[in-house]
């Protein structure tokens, strides 16, 4: 298994700020991946982040709205830029480890956007 | 594109049996997860199918019908701390990408 940690835990923004949301795992992973749950809803891939390259998105997302960082194997970050009140929903990372179908999920972040 | 279609909620008594279905399109299928979230938490992983038939985990079982696009989760001897959203999910594309269902809001009663 993985554990994974996400920081901010929650945060409530102001309108056309940006946020940025950590994720950190416990071990190394080719791919990390960002999804989106708002409240009630499934969740939504808005992009896969592999160390080394540029970040795959989903359609329906961008890079200049939601710019991500891989910097190394355990790490890594999603920004929402230039927020509006429909950003808001929960923002979750997750990783799947080697040979597995399992994806593992941090705790997420709850971005409440004002 | 991906789809895959849950019932939204099911309401099931403590101690019995209920079966959540999922029927899915997809290209490039590998396999169905599926996945439990209780409220104000993450994801958490259940059960895997990349072949049909039948796995049981516990109290979980899962199957799959890879020839009807289809599976489903069963879980017995409910209990009220089983009250959650269950996902399935396919997993598909050379980089175990997965996409989510809708969802299914079990309520377990009394």
């Known amino acids: 298994s993985a554990v994974i940690s996400q920081k901010p835990s929650r945060d409530i923004c102001q309108r056309g700020t940006s946020l940025t949301i950590q994720c950190q795992v416990d071990s190394q992973v080719t791919m990390m991946f960002w999804y989106r749950q708002q409240p009630g809803q499934s969740l939504t891939l808005i992009a896969t982040a592999n160390q080394g390259s540029e970040a795959t998105y989903e359609s329906g997302f961008v890079i200049d709205k939601f710019p991500i960082s891989r910097p190394n194997l355990t790490f890594s970050t999603l920004t929402v830029s230039n927020m509006s009140p429909e950003d808001s929903s929960i923002y979750l990372c997750s990783v799947v480890l080697q040979g597995g179908g399992t994806q593992y999920f941090g705790p997420g972040t709850r971005l409440t956007v004002l | 594109g991906q789809s895959l279609e849950q019932p939204s909620e099911v309401t099931a008594v403590e101690g019995a049996i209920v079966q959540i279905n999922c029927t899915y399109q997809?290209?490039?299928?590998?396999?169905l997860s599926w996945y439990q979230q209780h409220d104000g938490g993450a994801p958490t992983f259940l059960s895997y199918n990349a072949l049909d038939g039948l796995e049981e985990t516990g109290r979980f079982s899962s199957f799959l019908s890879r020839s009807d696009s289809y599976g489903y989760l069963l879980l017995q001897e409910l209990q009220m701390k089983d009250s959650a959203s269950y996902f399935c999910?396919?997993?598909?594309?050379?980089?175990?990408?997965?996409?989510f269902g809708t969802g299914t809001k079990l309520q377990v009663i009394p």
């Open positions: 999910a396919v997993n598909s594309g050379g980089y175990q990408k997965v996409t």
């Open positions: 997809t290209s490039g299928f590998y396999g």
